[in-house]
């Protein structure tokens, strides 16, 4: 008799949905909690902070209307000055003492790739990383769901655009890191496709020193047109140090260059700055969505950009995501629902049936004016 109260405890259990959400972690009947680690502090710092900003609004407009399914998204957020030790001991912080129950809007190549087997193995969610290099997403497959193109599909529409106007002559500028060097073999390839090869290849410091050697490098090659992958000051400084020794070339960032920092720092001779951009025009008018973004950012004081609103968008994605998986949420629910998900926001499409990693092959290019606003 004992055995049978027993079972049927057991069995009462199996479908009360407090005792299911408690054993998940990071769940409970009013709020999901997301983990967050990524760069925080000084430049770098400074647009991971506005990418964070930007999935606030969608957050804070997802409780003013009762939450998901009654929940509200939380999101507890580390920095790790992109260093890659610093990042796998977060990850282990927010997996353990914070208990989170996934990953939203992780940044970095480096850092990723060194977290890749703890992530594995703890089977959490991660969703809408920024600035992860396609070797490092790959490591993630299964467990990483990503929304802004891959480098490599930039990379090939940057070259199909140059080489469609007559441009063969080409050269790239990277950071010296390891996103930047894989940069640089993915235009490699890119070029290869078309039959041509780069005129030079520099790779820039983070700190900037090598700026002019770099720029007297690019000179002697001679290019028609340079395409950067580089982070904060570095592409104006670039520009700078060529045109002072009468280099000036087309310039082409890949989405990483700040067109609003590169127009500070470059000023005028910034003009004609184009940037290949990963999510849609920001400031659209016959878009709705855009158009409510553009409305919270005001409301929030948040500069309306790229940045916010790829933070935006990729928040409408995981609270898109939560809702299809329901009210008894559990880490395999959500997986399952990432795995099927198709959407469209904001004239972007996102299909994860493709390959399970990356939704989004939405690539388009914006000119940049002296003033740092974008035109198409």
């Not at 710092?45 to 990418?51: A, E, H, L, N, P």
């Not at 106007?165 to 060097?181: C, Q, R, S």
């Not at 640089?184 to 900037?208: M, P, W």
Request: positive net charge; aromatic residues 8%.
């Amino acid at each position: 008799m004992q055995r049978r109260q027993f079972a049927a405890a057991l069995g009462a259990a199996a479908f009360a949905p407090g005792l299911l959400r408690a054993a998940e972690p990071g769940v409970g009947d009013a709020e999901v909690v997301f983990g967050h680690t990524g760069i925080l502090n000084g430049p770098l710092g400074g647009q991971i902070k506005i990418m964070l900003a930007g999935a606030e609004l969608a957050f804070a407009e997802s409780r003013a209307q009762g939450g998901v399914h009654g929940r509200r998204v939380r999101i507890v957020s580390l920095d790790d000055e992109l260093k890659p030790e610093r990042a796998v001991a977060n990850y282990e912080k927010l997996l353990g003492a914070e208990g989170v129950f996934g990953f939203f809007g992780c940044v970095g190549s480096a850092t990723t790739a060194a977290a890749a087997p703890l992530l594995q193995k703890a089977g959490a969610p991660w969703v809408a990383g920024y600035a992860v290099a396609d070797s490092a997403r790959d490591k993630l497959k299964g467990t990483g769901f990503f929304v802004r193109a891959t480098s490599g599909r930039e990379a090939q529409s940057l070259v199909q655009h140059l080489t469609t106007v007559g441009v063969t002559k080409i050269a790239v500028a990277m950071l010296d890191n390891p996103g930047g060097k894989e940069a640089a073999a993915l235009v490699e390839t890119a070029l290869s496709a078309q039959k041509l090869q780069a005129t030079a290849a520099v790779f820039l410091k983070g700190d900037g020193s090598n700026v002019k050697e770099a720029a007297d490098a690019l000179a002697k090659s001679a290019p028609q047109a340079v395409i950067m992958y580089l982070g904060g000051a570095l592409p104006g400084e670039l520009m700078k140090a060529g045109w002072a020794q009468g280099f000036s070339p087309m310039y082409y960032g890949m989405s990483i260059v700040a067109g609003e920092v590169t127009a500070k720092v470059a000023g005028e001779k910034a003009r004609g700055l184009a940037i290949s951009q990963v999510m849609p025009y920001p400031w659209s008018e016959s878009d709705p969505t855009t158009r409510e973004y553009r409305r919270l950012a005001e409301a929030a004081k948040v500069p309306v950009g790229y940045y916010s609103f790829e933070g935006y968008l990729n928040a409408l994605v995981l609270l898109e995501a939560l809702r299809r998986s329901g009210r008894e949420l559990t880490r395999g629910r959500l997986f399952g629902t990432l795995r099927q998900l198709k959407m469209r926001s904001a004239g972007m499409d996102l299909d994860y049936t493709l390959n399970g990693l990356t939704g989004s092959r939405f690539v388009e290019l914006v000119q940049v004016t002296h003033d740092g606003r974008f035109v198409r």
